[in-house]
């Protein structure tokens, strides 16, 4: 089984791991094939810059701890972009409608908390 963290995930993981629920912390202690996306590095980059999330670590501090912890680090590829324009409009999170086209396209589930991502056909873990 793959997995895609979504970004609260991603960043309660090297920060506050108590908010990530029992599962998702023995998924990201197991021998599993997590990943994140690049889009969530943005994500972060932007709302840290607007004011809108504080957190202690960099973009790029944070892409050098998943590197460490095995936590590889999807590009945003064009195959993505043409499953996002597929996508129906129950979301309109930018963010979140292309970490959903690359579960669906990677066959990967997503690890989130957001009940909006549960609309979609991907299969979730909380």
């Known amino acids: 089984m793959k997995y895609l963290l979504d970004t609260h995930a991603l960043i309660w993981a ?15 202690n197991e021998e599993t094939e997590v990943c994140t996306s690049i889009v969530s590095l943005w994500e972060i980059g932007i709302k840290k810059s607007i004011g809108k999330l504080q957190v202690p670590f960099t973009a790029q ?21 043409d499953m996002l324009s597929e996508l129906p409009k129950k979301h309109n999170d930018p963010f ?3 970490i959903i086209a690359q579960a669906q396209t990677e ?16 299969p979730t873990l909380w």
């Open 61 to 81: 501090e944070l892409a050098k701890q998943c590197l460490s912890q095995s936590i590889e680090i999807l590009p945003l590829q064009p195959y993505y972009i």
């Open 107 to 122: 066959h990967m589930v997503i690890i989130t908390k957001d009940s909006k991502i549960k609309l979609y056909d991907v």
């Open 14 to 28: 090297f920060s506050d791991i108590e908010n990530l629920s029992g599962d998702v912390r023995r998924i990201l």
């Open 96 to 98: 979140d409608r292309i």
